[in-house]
């Protein structure tokens, strides 16, 4: 199950975003697991409540999986198309020399966070000249 060694690639990625943005928990991520990702989604699904559980900046998260059907182009006349099995040919002009234009990936396309504070001792005092910031 390697879904379980990608997740945490996503989950590495997700802490440093929490990290940079200093917020406070992740509300949604959103990956999209291309058709020949060779990724099983529900093992993902599995793997990230594994990681919810031990993650408190995931405690609440949901995760939106968003399957992305593979594409190809053909490279002699350019006409995209998707494949209908495994027949890799173009069916405008029947060129076999196609590529890989989406289908592939394992993106993590959105990371949505909860930044402001509610903790109501936040901020004690904010300084007399200048706007707080938030981001560096
Ligand atoms: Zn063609």
């Known amino acids: 199950m390697h879904e379980l060694s990608i997740m945490q ?13 200093g917020a406070r928990r992740v509300v949604r991520l959103v990956v999209e697991v291309g058709e020949m990702s060779n990724v099983i989604p529900m093992y993902l699904r599995n793997a990230f409540l594994a990681f919810r559980e031990v993650k408190p900046f995931l405690a609440q998260a949901e995760l939106e ?5 593979l594409q190809l ?17 173009c069916v405008e002009c029947g060129a076999t020399q196609v590529r890989v234009v989406q289908g592939e990936e394992l993106l993590l396309r959105d990371v949505e966070l909860e930044v402001e504070s509610d903790d109501p001792s936040w901020p004690v005092e904010l300084p007399s000249h200048g706007a707080p910031r938030f981001c560096e």
């Open 73 to 89: 182009r053909c490279e002699s006349c350019g006409f995209e198309f998707q494949p209908q099995g495994y027949r890799y040919r």
């Open 9 to 21: 690639a996503l989950v590495d990625a997700v802490e440093a975003i929490v990290r940079e943005h």
């Open 65 to 69: 999986i968003r399957f992305v059907p």
